[in-house]
T-cell receptor, first 112, second 110 residues
Framework: DTAVSQTPKYLVTQMGNDKSIKCEQN?????MYWYKQDSKKFLKIMFS???????INETVPNRFSPKSPDKAHLNLHINSLELGDSAVYFC???????????FGPGTRLTVT | DAKTTQPPSMDCAEGRAANLPCNHS???????VYWYRQIHSQGPQYIIH???NNETNEMASLIITEDRKSSTLILPHATLRDTAVYYC???????????FGTGTRLTIIP
């Protein structure tokens, strides 16, 4: 059983397009995250949601808009895609008070 | 969160113990030491964490020095599947963020 899943796994699109990445967790966790890993492999947190409420926003451009329809889902919508948005995006989740974050398999976004 | 320093890369022979060091000299009293790893093209995976006592689980052991300024992750019998980038992270328990550094790229040699 997949704990944290992301779709799509690969996404190739052109500059200026709008795209969404979806994340779902079946662990019953109440906190979910989006991380970005760039071409130099630096992994940085972008957003955190707890019980559908935004609690961390790490100075990410407002072209990025996370949406949490329920506790099990956290989607990432990106408007007006730029070349610099090319990266691997990881979703993660955790139970509040837990030490461990569970990561999804990643979505490799390529903007041409 | 305190900053951590790790060697950029290490090699270890298959079947031997892999010892990965981490310096965190500015760690504060309520900050935990966490270890995650990232196998190529996968999401990071939690390994172990500790506050001041040594810890062991099915994956690894964590040795924290008495002054808590450094720690060592030990993989007791390394296999080829342990080849990955290992991240040492210091985090306040109440802080939701994980701040990843550059990690140590561990290569297990057959």
């Amino acid at each position: 059983d997949t704990a944290v899943s992301q779709t799509p796994k690969y996404l190739v699109t052109q500059m200026g397009n709008d795209k969404s990445i979806k994340c779902e967790q079946n662990l019953g966790h109440d906190t979910m995250y989006w991380y970005k890993q760039d071409s130099k492999k630096f992994l940085k947190i972008m957003f955190s949601y707890n019980n559908k409420e935004l609690i961390i926003n790490e100075t990410v451009p407002n072209r990025f808009s996370p949406k949490s329809p329920d506790k099990a889902h956290l989607n990432l919508h990106i408007n007006s895609l730029e070349l610099g948005d090319s990266a691997v995006y990881f979703c993660a989740s955790t139970r509040q008070g837990s030490y461990e974050q569970y990561f999804g398999p990643g979505t490799r976004l390529t903007v041409t | 969160d305190a900053k951590t320093t790790q060697p950029p890369s290490m090699d270890c022979a298959e079947g031997r113990a892999a010892n990965l060091p981490c310096n965190h000299s500015t760690i504060s009293g309520n900050e935990y030491v966490y270890w995650y790893r990232q196998i190529h093209s996968q999401g990071p995976q939690y390994i172990i964490h500790g506050l001041k006592n040594n810890e062991t689980n099915e994956m690894a052991s964590l040795i924290i020095t008495e002054d808590r300024k450094s720690s060592t992750l030990i993989l007791p019998h390394a296999t080829l599947r342990d080849t990955a980038v290992y991240y040492c992270i210091v985090r306040n328990f109440g802080n939701e963020k994980l701040t990843f550094g550059t990690g140590t790229r561990l290569t297990i040699i057959p």
